[in-house]
């Protein structure tokens, strides 16, 4: 966490809202009585977040008994997350975040090392909100392998 942005870990998260695929809003309100899963990703089309979103996808029947919608996040275009969401065929919307607003709100942006270079980016992140719109779990700096058992497991405690 940066001194700027309080966590907002077991606190209500203020609503928001956001575009994203299918032609759809995002917005938090809509989804209350839900559990939601949120996983921020670095870009579209890499190695690490096709692997992650296909286990999502996977996965997905199991949330679903467990009253749980899952977004994935990243700051790619409306066109990309289109593009990506049809080649994995992910049954799940993906939201797009431009500005950095939704990132941001979860201090999911990061300084990082890519190629012996400091870049900004998004931090692999996955956060979990209740029914009731309070923010549950929170898994920052995430490795994609068996991290999407993790994430159910944790939401079928909460079902």
């Known amino acids: 966490m940066t001194d700027e942005t309080p966590s907002i870990l077991n606190k209500i998260v203020p609503e928001f ?33 096709t692997t992650e979103g296909i286990q999502f996808r996977d996965a997905y029947p199991q949330f679903q008994k467990h009253n749980t919608e899952i977004f994935g996040i990243s700051r790619d275009s ?38 012996g270079k400091k870049v900004r980016g998004v931090e692999r992140s996955t956060f979990v909100i209740d029914g009731s719109g ?11 392998a068996s991290h999407v058992e993790e994430v159910l497991s944790f939401v079928k405690t909460i079902a």
Do not use: Q
């Open 78 to 115: 409306l066109k990309s997350h289109e593009g990506f969401k049809a080649k994995l065929d992910l049954p799940f919307e993906l939201i797009t975040d431009p500005d950095e607003t939704v990132c941001i709100m979860f201090d999911v942006m990061k300084m990082k090392n890519m190629y």
């Open 134 to 144: 309070k923010l549950v779990k929170e898994w920052r700096g995430v490795k994609v």
């Open 17 to 49: 809202s956001a575009e994203m695929t299918g032609g759809k809003t995002f917005s938090l309100s809509a989804y209350s009585g839900k559990n939601l899963v949120l996983y921020f990703y670095p870009k579209d089309n890499t190695p690490g977040c």
